[in-house]
């Protein structure tokens, strides 16, 4: 089992900055993928980025040079830099870790964090 537990949100002005963390604790090593996803009010959860074992990075296209994802292997953290954010930006963001086992792919997320970017 995987536990994830995100900080780093709050409130913000429209081009300000955030920087996300999302700490795993369990059974790291079992973990393929890590990602954030976001869900704003009456929206569906949407992928934003995410990172492999190896490293590989994948960004939503309408956040492609705003945010960053990063991890510290080290402290089995994950990390969403967020830049030049926008009102649509607003949402509950998610941590993910995705587990292998026996054919079959488990899910694991955070308790979310609110971001919201407002003047």
């Known amino acids: 089992q995987v536990q994830l537990v995100e900080s780093g949100g709050g409130l913000v002005q429209p081009g300000g900055s955030l920087r996300l963390s999302c700490a795993a604790s369990?059974?790291?090593?079992?973990?393929?993928?890590m990602g954030w996803y976001r869900q704003a009010p009456q929206n569906e959860r949407e992928l934003v980025a995410s990172i492999s074992s190896r490293g590989d990075t994948a960004y939503a296209e309408h956040v492609k040079g705003r945010f960053t994802i990063s991890r510290d292997n080290g402290k089995n953290t994950v990390y969403l830099q967020l830049n030049s954010l926008k009102p649509e930006d607003s949402a509950v963001y998610y941590c993910?870790?995705?587990?292998?086992?026996?054919?079959?792919?488990?899910?694991?997320w955070g308790q979310g964090t609110q971001v919201t970017v407002s003047s």
């Open positions: 993910n870790a995705k587990m292998g086992s026996e054919g079959y792919e488990y899910d694991f």
């Open positions: 369990g059974s790291v090593f079992s973990i393929y993928s």
